[in-house]
């Protein structure tokens, strides 16, 4: 199994995710200064959140790609863009969970590139 990671469209520079049980959250940020807050229902946060990144790339040329290497490698990571900062916020193309950079190499065995 593999996962594709996605970066921010520009000018967007981070997204804060906030699920809730009522409603989630959506704050948006605009070359570094907070551009405003999106209240949506209940589990529409990470579809609306999909809308600001890069979803229409292959998965060699997202910002991250994930994929497990075996019982003797264990997780695998390739981050793309080496200049990429730890604190940019990435998609999870899979599960549509915003993380950052930092959250994904910090899993477990992602220390390792190829």
């Known amino acids: 199994m593999s996962t594709a990671y996605y970066r921010l469209r520009e000018p967007i520079t981070s997204l804060a995710l906030e699920e809730g049980p009522a409603h989630d959250r959506l704050r948006i940020w605009e070359r570094h200064g907070l551009a405003g807050e999106l209240v949506v229902s209940a589990g529409s946060g990470r579809e609306i959140a999909r809308m600001f990144f890069e979803t229409g790339v292959d998965d060699l040329h997202c910002a991250i790609h994930t994929y497990y290497g075996g019982a003797e490698r264990g997780g695998v990571?390739?981050?793309?863009?080496?200049?990429?900062?730890?604190?940019?916020?990435?998609?999870?193309?899979?599960?549509g969970e915003v993380l950052t950079v930092g959250e994904v190499k910090g899993y477990a065995g992602l220390g390792r590139t190829t």
């Open 77 to 95: 990571g390739t981050v793309n863009d080496p200049t990429l900062p730890d604190s940019a916020t990435v998609l999870d193309g899979d599960t």
